[in-house]
């Protein structure tokens, strides 16, 4: 079975632009969650959607927004790029929702470099 | 607020030897409590999870303990190999409220031969 895949795997972009990231969960599993990874603030919660529905939401801006589509994909799309944005993203799958006592597969992250 | 906070930040060890990680957390309503493995450069692996009414769960040679009371866990580590160089991290989720998944910054472990 395969696992949770992100693509692309590395990204540059400059300050003022958008980008797009995308996360195919492992098959059969409807959750799927979003975190940033970086060396200061270690890792945070974006957001987790559930069968196309947005469950729950950090404490990040507005500029980064996500959805899933019916076939449990998801996308990030973060706009208005700023430097403190470089980090790595991760997404996570798992059959429940991630509150519920069931493990979380992470995907290898995009690493997303802001100039 | 929602805090998690792990010690030591860092660790190094010799191969073969135990270690114990800790994990101290403010969530609060608590849901349930995880471990992940993290190799350098690559997603986080699930060892373990833990619900209120879990105080101890085994995973190989890793075995995490939890005290709901006093808001602790800990992640055990035996017989220590150099393939456990990696950072540890603990995931604390609450069940109500906006802010769900709480994490740790992590302790980086070195096992050196």
């Known amino acids: 079975k395969a696992g949770v895949t992100q693509t692309p795997r590395y990204l540059i972009k400059t300050r003022g632009q958008q980008v797009t990231l995308s996360c195919s969960p492992i098959?059969?599993?409807?959750?799927v969650s979003w975190y940033q990874q970086t060396p200061g603030q270690g890792l945070q919660f974006l957001f987790e959607?559930?069968?196309?529905?947005?469950?729950n939401k950090g404490n990040f801006p507005g500029r980064f927004s996500g959805r899933q589509f019916s076939n449990s994909r998801s996308e990030m799309n973060v706009s208005t790029l700023e430097l403190g944005d470089s980090a790595l993203y991760l997404c996570a799958s798992s059959l429940e929702p991630s509150g519920i006592t069931d493990t979380q597969y992470f995907g290898p992250g995009t690493r997303l470099t802001v100039l | 607020k929602n805090q998690v906070e792990q010690s030591p930040q860092s660790l190094i060890i010799l191969e073969g030897k135990n270690c114990t990680l800790q994990c101290n957390y403010t969530v609060s309503p608590f849901s349930n409590l995880r471990w992940y493995k993290q190799d350098t450069g690559r997603g986080p692996v699930s060892l373990t999870i833990m619900t209120f009414s879990e105080n101890t769960k085994s995973n190989g040679r890793y075995t995490a303990t939890l005290d709901a009371d006093t808001k602790q866990s800990s992640l055990h580590i035996t017989a220590s190999q150099l393939s456990d160089s990696a950072s540890y991290i603990c995931v604390v989720n609450n069940s109500g409220g906006y802010q769900k998944v709480t994490f740790g910054t992590g302790t980086k472990l070195q096992v050196i031969p």
């Open positions: 098959s059969g599993h409807r959750s």
């Open positions: 959607y559930f069968s196309e529905t947005q469950r």
